[in-house]
């Protein structure tokens, strides 16, 4: 922001090329030192003519001491065949020749394989972790159109979590686990889908495939008694023919009796499965008015079954209801600080330029100068636009 220069020993990043670097400010108005170089002079003093300061691990933004050494300006560190990863696009880089020319692996291993790369075409990840090299990992699509994918290409289906593969054009796609287990064994048979024996989504061998009428998969075929973990804990059946009760709730009736009507069970050590009976009880009962802390933020409950963020009320009370489309800032960033000095109302628009341009401060009352600037901003867009307006009719 302009009248506001950021402090000597603040930190910024600066890119270039793949490599990201850490620069300290020195000394006014705008003297910039990259923090590498300062943390070596100041343990071994000033670096030597012709050598420059490099990163043990690679890591540019790493500049504590045991990671830095020098070497000479003119001499490269990598040999042919060494490996980096690339930052910026996160994916590995091998070094192919002298003095500094590197190719992505993921592209050296398809080619590899299969050749060069068609032109207009680029080569992805079915997992989606762009350092998974492995040649069953690759597939090669159409860089702009989805459409063009030749015939037998595959992809991960990221909601399903099911591989499919290209079977006609221009865009015919099937799960892969199907088209291997009908080649096989011809079209499924109706009311049967075909399930993973080891759960294993991504392994489509025929040995791993395994047609079930539909139904089973939901416990049809499991006797009374048998568990099965979920996200809200361990289901236990209780009854054919697909009965099925969370556990802890069960040993808490078996001991106490039914659960109150409106209330909730929770886990003393937090974890879920653990059921017994002197790790539950009943979830106390906050009142209205109690207060809670969430993401750094506090919470007042408001009704039965409704919190609100105690900031909006204080703000609410003060200035009446918020305007749509504003938020509510901190001036010192403490979001447990609710006094209403402390409050700034910022609509998105002013926000986005505060965090656009990094006018983020510790000191609240360069905040609050920061707020008085956007407002003033902003104003003046909207007097401009409506005079504008008035000038077109």
């Known amino acids: 922001m302009q009248g506001v220069p950021a402090k000597i020993g603040t930190e ?41 300061v490099d990163f043990v691990d690679g890591d540019s933004e790493n500049c504590d001491i045991e990671n ?19 930052t910026q696009k996160n994916v590995i880089r091998v070094k192919v020749a002298k003095p500094d020319t590197w190719r992505h692996k993921h592209h050296l291993v398809w080619e590899s394989v299969n050749g060069q790369i068609p032109n207009g075409f680029v080569v992805d990840f079915k997992d989606g972790n762009f350092q998974n090299c492995d040649i069953k990992n690759l597939f090669i ?7 063009i994918h030749p015939v037998g290409a595959e992809r991960l289906n990221k909601q399903r979590g099911f591989i499919q593969v290209k079977v006609a054009q221009p865009n015919v796609w099937k799960d892969k ?56 804990g361990i289901r236990v059946k209780t009854a054919q023919p697909d009965v099925w009760k969370l556990k802890h709730r069960v040993i808490w009736e078996a001991a106490h009796g039914p659960i109150p009507k409106g209330r909730e069970l929770e886990f003393i050590d937090g974890n879920r499965f653990n059921c ?53 800032c901190f001036a010192d960033n403490n979001g447990l600080n609710c006094e209403l000095s402390n409050l700034l109302l910022l609509s998105k628009e002013e926000l986005g330029q505060r965090v656009g341009n ?10 609050k100068v920061v707020y008085g ?17 008035e000038d077109v009719k």
């Not at 830095?68 to 560190?77: E, K, T």
């Not at 008694?225 to 996200?231: D, L, T, V």
């Not at 039965?304 to 609410?316: F, G, Q, S, T």
């Not at 990094?358 to 905040?367: C, I, K, M, S, V």
């Open 12 to 52: 910024r990043r600066k890119g270039y090329f793949d490599s990201v670097f850490i620069q300290v400010k020195v000394a006014e108005p705008n003297v910039w030192r990259y923090k590498h170089h300062i943390t070596w002079e100041n343990a071994n003093g000033p670096i030597p003519e012709g050598f420059l």
């Open 358 to 367: 990094g006018w983020l401060f510790d000191d609240p009352a360069l905040n």
């Open 276 to 328: 017994s009976l002197d790790n539950l009880r009943i979830k106390p009962h906050a009142p209205i008015g109690t207060e809670s802390i969430k993401e750094g933020k506090i919470r007042v409950k408001v009704g039965e079954k409704a919190w609100r963020y105690k900031h909006h009320l204080v703000w609410e009370e003060a200035h009446g209801p918020m305007p749509e489309g504003h938020v509510i």
């Open 68 to 86: 830095l050494y020098v070497r000479p300006a003119h001499c490269r560190p990598y040999e042919v065949g060494a490996e980096r990863i690339d």
């Open 141 to 147: 699509r159409c860089r702009n159109d989805p459409r």
């Open 177 to 232: 686990h199907l088209v291997i287990w009908e080649k096989a064994h011809g079209a499924r048979p109706k009311g049967y889908f075909i399930m993973f024996i080891d759960g294993d989504k991504s392994n489509c061998c025929l040995e791993n495939l395994k047609a079930v009428p539909i139904g089973r998969h939901t416990g049809h075929d499991k006797p009374i008694g048998a568990e099965i973990k979920g996200k809200a």
């Open 373 to 389: 600037t956007l407002k003033l901003d902003s104003g003046i867009k909207k007097r401009t636009r409506k005079k504008k307006e």
